[in-house]
């Protein structure tokens, strides 16, 4: 090769290094990651309410239509409350907003839950991170871009189900809300300690008081952040304003002891429900072993979430290297700060083992999740898939915040000797080590053998729901049962059946029992004497003519 063919190639690898910078990630990351939010704002376009969303909204609904005034909604909420704390369950903050389910205003409302969630979703971790990471930790921009995107990937799209996280008005309520509640609280604790102003404290009060009545992994998860803050800010400051949050601990105690002393929670719970310390231990003791069993199970289920979780924390170590030290700030006991933020995940295991679930319930979450029929034995508690969804959420974030504190221990003690072998020996070992390790994960990930592919991501099931047409007959069929709903001369209404599998979407169907759950809080909702459903033919027979626009052979 000639001179001019080295400058050549010279140049054509200067042009590559400028063109594959973190800018250049940073946008394709950027737009890679809304592309693949599309599918699923499209599959929520046809959502709509069912089940627990029409008896939880029923008497809501009928004030809106008799008075079209928000303070009488408002009103019946909290009645609706109150009945349900005595007679089914007390978390009473989840049930007032259950109570204001979107179809309780408008038929269609329901289709904006998932834009909405999602919106939310990537707002507040958007922003937590941009302050932690930027305003804090001073990383260049690009660099938390691509961390903020890969954190919201694996979060979206690698869920236990996703039904529970974008799709479903309850599961939303109870579980998504609560757990971006937690992750806002990171920021407000940061300011509340750091300025001490009344502001943050007011909001921290505010988060507590609603997460009282919310799941108890949340609150539990919450009281043990607010204690830990302040525990550790004295411990760095000892100032004596770091015990404001003694406040809000009483605040979220008091609504978390109203929300378990529920009379409701005996009536669901059974005989067998009630307060034991013997079972309290135990139960601490089965969550570690269960905490980490579902860290090795993630590790198998979910390998294109471990690489895409790898590739983060690699970017976090990339920034704390590539960053001058500007903080006096060590970053004190990094083993015990490890070992707090594993027990928080392994408190998240806590409440439905209290309560009797099934050693099994994850796995049996995730099957239900995917369209699998499961069978539950009478003498254990079944759990929503929000708990495990909650829990996949909080390992996460709990490694994420983890590392960054490990990094910023390790650059504050070694941070010169790390930055002095990086010309020489760095770049060569991460090549050897990480390349290999990646390519085989992933290629393992992808193979039809170990079906363990993105065939169960929320991006593939919501595209495979469009794309098989799936998503347009079950808008046609829910649009023909509204309107046999609707019919104010349908006193005991008649609907033809709807598919059971509905992809990602939360579809409780109509029975041919008029007593069964779904038919009577649809009949509640709609105002009806009672509601059956029957086979597509015979409905087309004896009642097509009357519908003749959403007739079909």
């Known amino acids: 090769m000639g001179i001019c063919g080295m400058n050549t190639l010279l140049n054509k690898t200067v042009k590559l290094k400028k063109l594959f910078n973190t800018t250049t990630l940073a946008i394709a990351a950027s737009v890679f990651f809304l592309v693949s939010l599309i599918p699923i704002v499209m599959a929520g376009m046809v959502n709509r309410a069912s089940g627990d969303d029409l008896g939880y909204g029923g008497y809501t609904h009928r004030a809106w239509l008799e008075t079209g005034s928000l303070f009488a909604v408002m009103k019946v909420a909290n009645e609706q409350v109150l009945s349900s704390y005595t007679s089914w369950q007390g978390t009473w903050s989840s049930i007032f907003l259950f109570t204001l389910q979107p179809e309780v205003f408008n038929d269609k ?21 941009y302050f932690i990471l930027v305003k804090k930790l001073r990383f260049p921009i690009n660099n938390y871009v691509l961390i903020n995107v890969l954190f919201l990937v694996v979060n979206i799209h690698f869920v236990e189900s996703y039904r529970s996280s974008l799709f479903w008005f309850n599961g939303i309520i109870h579980y998504q809300l609560p757990y971006l509640l937690c992750v806002w609280m990171l920021y407000l604790l940061i300011q509340a300690q750091e300025k001490h102003q009344m502001r943050y404290l007011l909001g921290i009060c505010m988060v507590a008081m609603y997460m009282g009545g919310s799941n108890y992994q949340a609150a539990l998860l919450l009281l043990f952040m607010m204690v830990t803050a302040m525990l550790f800010f004295f411990f760095l400051t000892r100032e004596k304003k770091s015990f404001w949050l003694v406040l809000p601990v009483a605040l979220e105690v008091i609504g978390l002891v109203v929300s378990m002393k529920a009379p409701g929670n005996q009536v669901r719970g059974g005989e067998e429900f009630g307060h034991s310390l013997s079972r309290m231990g135990e139960t601490v003791l089965m969550s570690f072993y269960l905490a980490v069993r579902d860290i090795g199970a993630y590790l198998l289920e979910k390998p294109i979430m471990i690489v895409l979780l790898v590739i983060m924390l690699s970017i976090v170590f990339y920034s704390f290297l590539k960053m001058n030290p500007e903080s006096d700030f060590r970053y004190p006991l990094p083993g015990l700060f490890v070992a707090i933020s594993f027990c928080s995940f392994v408190m998240m295991q806590t409440p439905q083992l209290y309560a009797g679930a099934s050693l099994n319930a994850r796995s049996h979450a995730v099957m239900m999740a995917r369209g699998l029929e499961v069978v539950y034995d009478n003498a254990v508690v079944g759990t929503s898939g929000g708990v495990w969804n909650f829990n996949l959420q909080v390992f996460t974030l709990m490694v994420l915040i983890s ?45 039809t053998k170990y079906g363990l592919g993105l065939t169960h991501t929320t991006f593939w099931i919501s595209y495979d729901y469009l794309r098989s047409g799936r998503a347009k007959e079950y808008k046609w069929q829910m649009d023909l049962q509204t309107a046999i709903l609707r019919d104010e001369n349908q006193r005991n209404a008649v609907v033809p059946f709807t598919n059971d599998w509905q992809g990602p979407l939360m579809n409780m169907t109509i029975t041919e029992d008029p007593t069964a759950f779904t038919n009577s809080v649809t009949s509640l909702f709609y105002g009806k004497d009672s509601v059956v459903a029957i086979d597509r033919d015979e409905w087309n027979e004896l009642y097509g003519h009357m519908w003749p626009e959403y007739r079909k052979e």
Do not use: D, H, Q
Not at 109 to 129: D, I, K, P, Q, R
Not at 410 to 426: H, N, P, Q, V
């Open 109 to 129: 409302a329901y289709v904006g839950v998932t834009a909405v969630t999602l919106l939310l979703w990537m707002a507040v971790t958007s922003f937590v991170l």
């Open 403 to 447: 590392w960054i504190y490990v990094n910023g221990w390790l650059f504050a003690k070694y941070g010169e000797r790390i930055r002095s072998i990086r010309k020489t020996t760095w770049n060569k070992y991460v090549v050897i080590i990480c390349l290999p390790f990646l390519i085989t994960t992933v290629l393992v990930a992808t193979s």
